[in-house]
């Protein structure tokens, strides 16, 4: 009919992004081979962060659901390492991936549960349910009970033969799950579902009345991220060799630090948990050694930045240059003479 | 079978206000019913029960032969309701484009390219090309109200419900809504439109009922019925005998 258009969903800024973040992770690869031990073991960790607090942030920014207890999931995924490779003998980068597996199919019976609640409700909901999970692992004797246990040195070793190779292959499998990780935000958010989900984000009423299913729009978010944090959990936990009730579902750990990520980079944006991921661990390296004085320090950033910019430092930058990265939008384009 | 809607006694109370009184209300195919009534009469919960986003207490709703009282609002979107809110609920992180692209895409279920030609033709038909990549935050109430009717017009509907929409609009938006409304007429649509700017009725619709107090107190041919006593005394405060005595 009549008009004619086209739709374009990339920016030049988008596809210079797209080159530069290829590049990023091609330098991050080879990072075993110009950096330090310490310091690839500490990539691998703000690598497992990039991931968890771009999938919180796709739960609570985008789909509405503001969890607080992710936690479950980290230290489920962790749990389910451990067992797999105990018990079963998966090998343990098997095991991440079938963690995550796992992971989801546990949050599909849970979500119809949580979602019987709205708003407070649902995040008090999130804490219980991580609870009831640190309690019940507690009581598994196999694995350690309360005190929890270390993963045995024969299934360490069956990673790879020699520690430096072993080290690779952790650090490898850390940036394999950022990169899924922030890869599905970014492909789910510029699919149909991403449409729902938007829509969802700003007008539930007006969405359901537009023919989106809304529980099974948050149902798919919930499963996905779920699956997607048991994997960083499995990572996590097989990177410390050994695991702990307390540990696994600290709540401070992986949803405190991670919601102050998300909160201080930028709520509902694909760059804000990753800005807040570097900014995070920049203030954690340099502070660190003060001890309470650090948390204390945490704490006032994250307030000012909460008073001063609400939407988070990639929401300032995106406020005062229009700049997005990562193109989500749909443009229409007519022809001039139309 | 040339009813397209069919509603029986709906009823609903919120507390102890009864704000839908046992109102029956019946739609031909392809025709357009006006709906007027002061504020608070009921009229905009009258359109939630039928558009599915409040349940009816009582009362039943027969829409194209289906009976759609206990389906949810999608589903009743998905069969061909489409609604536009009198407050607008835009999607403010989303262009304009993309706003109308979510009725395309999810109310039909059309495919993708589909939907994309259905979202720009009727940015074209709403006036709102020029306007299609702002993002909605940033769109003026008057084309606010045009981006509800574009939207509810992209999911594809066969049944329309307006609620008011030409209030607020200046004499020759007016003329181009309703310019607007009489092509969607035109291409089959049926219509019940709210409305307090009644001349902007009276140019579309082929009958007009009347609500107070959650119920119908009048319907008919438009200008019998704005003529009538009843219209009278609910808008003038005029006793309906004293004024035809």
């Known amino acids: 009919m009549g008009t004619a258009f086209t739709i374009q969903r990339s920016t030049r800024t988008s596809r210079v992004t797209a080159i530069v973040a290829l590049l990023l992770v091609a330098v991050l ?35 509405g659901l503001a969890s607080v207890g992710q936690q479950a999931y980290v230290g489920f995924g962790g749990y389910a390492l451990f067992a797999l490779a105990m018990f079963l003998g998966v090998h343990p ?17 849970i979500a119809p549960l949580l979602f019987r609640l709205q708003g407070a409700y ?28 270390s993963l045995p040195v024969g299934i360490v070793a069956g990673i790879a033969a020699d520690r430096a190779l072993r080290e690779m292959l952790l650090y490898w499998s850390a940036l394999a799950i950022a990169v899924a990780a922030v890869a599905f935000v970014v492909l789910l958010l510029r699919s149909r579902a991403g449409l729902a989900l938007t829509a969802i984000r700003d007008s539930e009423i007006a969405s359901e009345s537009l023919g989106i299913d809304i529980w099974r729009t948050k149902l798919l978010v919930y499963v996905s991220v779920a699956g997607l944090t048991s994997m960083t959990g499995a990572f996590i936990f097989l990177q410390k060799l050994r695991i702990s009730p307390d540990a696994a579902f600290s709540v401070n750990d992986w949803t405190a630090y991670v919601i102050f990520i998300a909160v201080i980079g930028g709520i ?71 | 079978m040339t009813l397209i809607l069919a509603a029986e006694d709906l009823s609903k109370r919120y507390g102890a206000q009864q ?58 979107c998905h069969l061909g309701i489409a609604r536009s809110f009198q407050i607008p609920h835009p999607f403010v992180g989303m262009t304009t484009y993309e706003n109308v692209l979510v009725g395309a895409t999810f109310g039909r279920g059309a495919s993708e390219r589909d939907s994309e030609e259905r979202a720009v033709e009727v940015l074209d038909l709403t006036g709102l090309k020029r306007k299609a990549n702002t993002l909605a935050r940033d769109l003026t109430l008057l084309e606010r109200k045009r981006l509800e009717l574009a939207r509810a017009l992209a999911s594809g509907p066969s049944l329309l419900l307006l609620d008011e929409i030409a209030g607020g609009l200046t004499e020759p938006e007016c003329v181009e809504l309703i310019a607007a409304i009489g092509e969607v007429r035109r291409a089959g649509v049926s219509i019940i439109w709210i409305e307090h700017v009644v001349h902007a009725l009276l140019a579309v619709v082929d009958r007009i009922a009347v609500i ?6 009048a319907e008919g041919e438009p200008r019998a019925v704005m003529g009538s006593p009843q219209v009278a005394e609910v808008y003038m405060g005029i006793d309906g005998e004293a004024a035809h005595g």
Request: glycine share 14%.
């Open chain 2, 212 to 217: 107070d107090f959650g119920r119908k107190i």
């Open chain 2, 19 to 76: 704000v839908t009184d046992r109102v029956s209300l019946t739609l031909d195919r392809g025709e357009a019913l006006g709906i007027i009534g002061p504020n608070g009469a009921g009229k905009t919960t009258l359109f939630n029960l039928i558009a599915g986003t409040a349940w009816a207490d009582a009362g039943r709703i027969v829409f194209d032969g289906i009976d759609v009282t206990g389906l949810p609002a999608r589903r009743r």
């Open chain 1, 122 to 149: 649902f995040a008090i909901g999130t804490w219980v349910l991580a609870e009831v999970f640190r309690l019940s692992f507690a009581q598994v004797a196999a694995l350690g009970g309360g005190s929890g246990t």
């Open chain 1, 268 to 338: 509902g944006t694909i760059e804000g948990p990753v800005v807040g991921t570097i900014l995070f661990f920049l203030l954690r390296e340099t502070l660190a050694d003060l001890g309470t004085t650090y948390l204390i320090l945490l704490g006032a950033v994250a307030i000012f930045v909460m008073l001063r910019a609400p939407k988070g430092l990639w929401g300032l930058v995106v406020q005062h240059t229009g700049i997005t990265l990562v193109p989500v939008r749909r443009r229409v384009v007519f022809p001039k003479n139309s």
């Open chain 1, 93 to 109: 980068l098997v095991a991440i991936a079938a963690a995550g597996l796992v992971g989801a199919l546990v949050a599909i019976p």
């Open chain 1, 29 to 63: 690869f080879a990072a075993p081979w110009w950096a330090g031990r310490a310091n690839v073991r500490l990539l691998g960790e703000i690598l497992s962060f990039v991931a968890l607090a771009s999938l919180w942030n796709l739960l609570a920014g985008y789909a």
